[in-house]
């Protein structure tokens, strides 16, 4: 369906890459259960024809070894040996095919999946219970296309079947008189002349199949725009609250300098716009130190605090702008404003100096 599950909004949006990771983390990836049928058909059927003669021989040599046992022994006292040449010729022409056909499944379906495992998929969800779901299901899109392939190759399969007989229909009658080997052989070939069209024509389903699977695959995963926006908030955090956050922060931070303030040696000051507040120490520092800087409001509260805790203010409105530009809180002023911040401290030195005499 190409409406979403909330809200009924359309998906018009392409899947994200945590959306595309998400689905293979789950076992939902995309393939083609057609493409690993012929591979795997295609693969037996060589096998097959490679191991004609040796299965030949092994099924003519326990034929002789069974029906020469009959008569010559009691069936109890040669049962065992019986029972391991069966088995030794069973497992000799049928393990190799079935090998053969487990190991083309397996890389057919890894190149497919890109070898995704998953064992998420093993684990019971009770909404696949749920018969609802399951009615829509059966008449869904996917179904009927199921159902189209199904018929397809059925149809192929008689096709092929009536062209063979057709073809060939004199040939077999004769064969009702040809040696048994002759005919079983002209019977073989027949079969594989089936097989390999049949094999042919399942793999250009297969090919559509492939496309229309994939098709399928990249539409279910779409998402609506919705979902992209829900999907970025717990990715990357929902932007009121990292606002919020962000906020606090900064109150914090502003508290914090302004808690540095009355421990500053001066503020020079913009008169209502810019106030940065300056600390020297030469024991501690190389250059006087930047304890706050505002602007506007901040400004009025940084000089608020300096008056109220008797910091000397300075008004010097180039300065106090460029230090304001160019300097950080807690760092040390730039070289190319040691002079001007070196002529305001011996400033405040001769004043307070001034001051303590005439007290």
Known sequence: MSLAESNGQEKTEQP????????????????SRDVVTVVVLFGVFWMVKLMLPMIYETVRDYTIFFFSSIG???????????????????????????????????????VQTRFN?????????????????????????????DLAKNLLKVSIL????????????????RMIDMQTMNATVY???????????????????AFFDFLYQRWDYENNLK??????????????????IKGRIRKIQRQM??????????????VIRNPTHFAVALKYDPNKHGAPLVLAKGQDYQALRI??????????????RPLARALYASCEVEREIPAEFYGAVAEVLVYIYRVSHREEMLQ
């Open 253 to 266: 931070a502003f508290s914090r300098m302004m808690q540095s303030v009355p421990e500053a040696d001066v």
């Open 117 to 145: 495992l998953s064992f998420k998929v093993l684990k019971p969800k009770f909404s696949k219970l749920n018969p609802i779901s399951g009615i829509k299901k059966m008449f869904g899109i996917k179904k009927l296309v």
């Open 223 to 240: 998402m609506t725009k919705q979902e992209v926006k829900d999907e970025y908030k717990m990715t990357e955090g929902n932007p009121e």
């Open 187 to 205: 019977t073989l070939e027949l079969t594989f002349d089936l097989v390999k069209n049949v094999c042919i024509a399942f793999a250009i389903v």
């Open 16 to 31: 994200t890459s945590k959306r595309r990771k998400d689905a293979r983390s789950e076992g939902n990836v995309f393939q």
């Open 303 to 316: 000089v608020k605090l300096a008056e109220e805790h008797g910091v000397f203010i300075l008004e010097n």
């Open 72 to 110: 010559e022994y009691h069936p109890l006292e040669r049962s065992p040996q019986i029972f391991t040449y069966s088995a030794v010729a069973v497992l000799k022409c049928a393990l190799p095919l079935l090998l053969t056909a487990l190991a083309l499944g397996i890389v057919s379906h890894g």
């Open 158 to 173: 008689i096709v092929l079947l009536i062209n063979l007989l057709k073809a060939d229909v004199l040939p077999i009658a």
